[in-house]
């Protein structure tokens, strides 16, 4: 009996989840929708419904004669969820420039922002107040006030545990806590996630792999690093470290975990300097310094011998990456992400050809449409996540804006 009031409380906020998510996106609803929905009884449904209107998470719409759904012969009650209740803010810690993005509720963004972010050189005040600038700067295009965010996610290149701590020993980390940084300056929770596992959420939620529980996204610009997906659940591992790639230092013909922009740029010097008459010189000018990863990449296309031969070595690396990974995890599909993705591309005939020699699950590939935005994509469905689980203690109505107009 002592467990019955905290259970049912349990119980009615993961009922609450369910009806938000069935009625996010889907117009107008009435009960039977949603008893259709989430297999909830219509007592249930009805109270509920009752309870987020209160809060300010439904509008009731004025009844409507003929659909008979409460009581035989009245009409029934419709419902609608209202996406500009209130906001949430993803955020991309990146180690030169960071991006966030304001959204309403149903995930749709409403403004954009990336500026440059010394994040290693600068103190740790000037980089909270760099954070500021940009979350100021993302309200303002929004037209959104601060009061109006509900959740903030933050994605960083690190491990992070289930309960939102930077496991790490790096100086920066140290000397910079985002996650208490920013909710002491603006009073916001603020949720922390590791940056490929943010990714991994932006992908199955945006992108190309809508509706597979078994993926792997792995970010594959300058460094590499992976977030996992296993029965649609994300993995963490015991302290947060599940998807970490160090392993790869002990893998033959891998040998560390920079990616594919590193060692297409890399690889691309090594070759202009054996082969100075190549495409490569003239797309840096000359220079093998300015030599990009998209240079080699071009150069590829345009047929240059060199050029193609750096792009067979990328591919033979990252066949053995992803066929260590996949023997380990034996996901469904593998999806290269992040700046590079869309130049990567290129690589998927050749590492699907030598994948079978490293893994014996080899996994459908492809790469992100998602651009460099998405970690800040993943950000936003990790704040809206948790809004929608809880939704009975973080809701609208709680804002100054709501509470004046009641």
């Given at each position: 009996?002592?467990e019955?009031?905290?259970?049912?409380?349990?119980?009615?906020?993961?009922?609450?989840?369910?009806?938000?998510?069935?009625?996010?996106?889907?117009?107008?609803?009435?009960?039977?929708?949603?008893?259709?929905?989430?297999?909830?009884?219509?007592?249930?449904?009805i109270?509920?419904?009752?309870?987020?209107?209160?809060?300010?998470?439904?509008?009731?719409?004025?009844?409507?004669?003929?659909?008979?759904?409460?009581?035989?012969?009245?009409?029934?009650?419709?419902?609608?969820?209202?996406?500009?209740a209130?906001?949430?803010?993803?955020?991309?810690?990146?180690?030169?420039?960071?991006?966030?993005?304001?959204?309403?509720?149903?995930?749709?963004?409403?403004?954009?922002?990336?500026?440059?972010?010394?994040?290693?050189?600068?103190?740790?005040?000037?980089?909270?107040?760099?954070l500021?600038?940009?979350?100021?700067?993302?309200?303002?295009?929004?037209?959104i006030?601060?009061?109006?965010?509900?959740?903030?996610?933050?994605?960083?290149?690190?491990?992070?545990?289930?309960?939102?701590?930077?496991?790490?020993?790096?100086?920066?980390?140290?000397?910079?806590?985002?996650?208490?940084?920013?909710?002491?300056?603006?009073?916001?929770?603020?949720l922390?996630?590791?940056?490929?596992?943010?990714?991994?959420?932006?992908?199955?939620?945006?992108?190309?792999?809508?509706?597979?529980?078994?993926?792997?996204?792995?970010?594959?610009?300058?460094?590499?690093?992976?977030?996992?997906?296993?029965?649609?659940?994300?993995?963490?591992?015991?302290?947060?470290?599940?998807?970490?790639?160090?392993?790869?230092?002990?893998?033959?013909?891998?040998?560390?975990?920079?990616?594919?922009?590193?060692?297409?740029?890399?690889?691309?010097?090594?070759?202009?300097?054996?082969?100075?008459?190549?495409?490569?010189?003239?797309?840096?000018?000359?220079?093998?310094?300015?030599?990009?990863?998209?240079?080699?990449?071009?150069?590829?296309?345009?047929?240059?011998?060199?050029?193609?031969?750096?792009?067979?070595?990328?591919?033979?690396?990252?066949a053995?990456?992803?066929?260590?990974?996949?023997?380990?995890?034996?996901?469904?599909?593998?999806?290269?992400?992040?700046?590079?993705?869309?130049?990567?591309?290129?690589?998927?005939?050749?590492?699907?050809?030598?994948?079978p020699?490293?893994?014996?699950?080899?996994?459908?590939?492809?790469?992100?449409?998602?651009?460099?935005?998405?970690?800040?994509?993943?950000?936003?469905?990790?704040?809206?996540?948790?809004?929608?689980?809880?939704?009975?203690?973080?809701?609208?109505?709680?804002?100054?804006?709501?509470?004046?107009?009641?």
């Amino acid at each position: 009996m002592v467990e019955t009031a905290p259970s049912t409380q349990l119980v009615r906020r993961v009922n609450a989840s369910a009806m938000l998510k069935a009625m996010r996106g889907a117009g107008i609803v009435t009960g039977t929708d949603l008893m259709a929905a989430t297999g909830l009884s219509r007592a249930t449904v009805i109270s509920i419904c009752d309870e987020l209107v209160r809060l300010g998470w439904l509008q009731e719409l004025e009844n409507q004669r003929g659909a008979g759904d409460y009581v035989k012969g009245r009409p029934a009650r419709r419902f609608m969820f209202d996406d500009r209740a209130a906001s949430v803010l993803g955020i991309d810690i990146g180690a030169n420039k960071v991006t966030a993005i304001v959204a309403d509720m149903v995930g749709t963004a409403l403004s954009q922002v990336t500026l440059p972010f010394r994040a290693y050189i600068v103190p740790a005040a000037e980089r909270a107040d760099a954070l500021d600038r940009i979350a100021a700067e993302a309200l303002e295009q929004a037209g959104i006030s601060a009061d109006s965010v509900l959740a903030v996610s933050v994605g960083v290149a690190a491990p992070v545990s289930r309960d939102g701590e930077v496991l790490t020993a790096q100086e920066f980390w140290r000397s910079f806590d985002v996650r208490r940084t920013v909710s002491e300056r603006h009073g916001w929770h603020v949720l922390l996630e590791n940056d490929a596992n943010l990714a991994t959420l932006a992908e199955r939620w945006q992108g190309t792999a809508r509706g597979v529980d078994n993926l792997v996204v792995m970010l594959a610009g300058d460094r590499l690093g992976s977030g996992v997906l296993e029965s649609g659940r994300l993995l963490h591992g015991q302290l947060g470290g599940f998807g970490e790639l160090g392993y790869l230092d002990n893998v033959s013909g891998v040998g560390d975990t920079r990616g594919i922009a590193h060692y297409a740029a890399q690889w691309g010097q090594e070759a202009l300097a054996a082969h100075p008459r190549s495409r490569l010189h003239k797309l840096c000018g000359g220079v093998p310094s300015a030599l990009t990863a998209e240079m080699v990449f071009a150069a590829a296309a345009d047929g240059d011998k060199p050029a193609k031969e750096v792009l067979e070595r990328l591919a033979h690396r990252m066949a053995r990456v992803i066929g260590s990974l996949s023997t380990l995890v034996n996901p469904e599909l593998v999806v290269l992400a992040g700046a590079v993705a869309e130049s990567a591309r290129a690589l998927i005939p050749a590492i699907n050809k030598e994948l079978p020699d490293f893994t014996h699950t080899p996994p459908r590939l492809e790469t992100s449409s998602l651009g460099d935005g998405i970690v800040s994509i993943g950000a936003v469905r990790h704040a809206l996540d948790y809004v929608e689980e809880n939704a009975l203690d973080v809701y609208p109505a709680s804002l100054p804006t709501h509470s004046d107009a009641s």
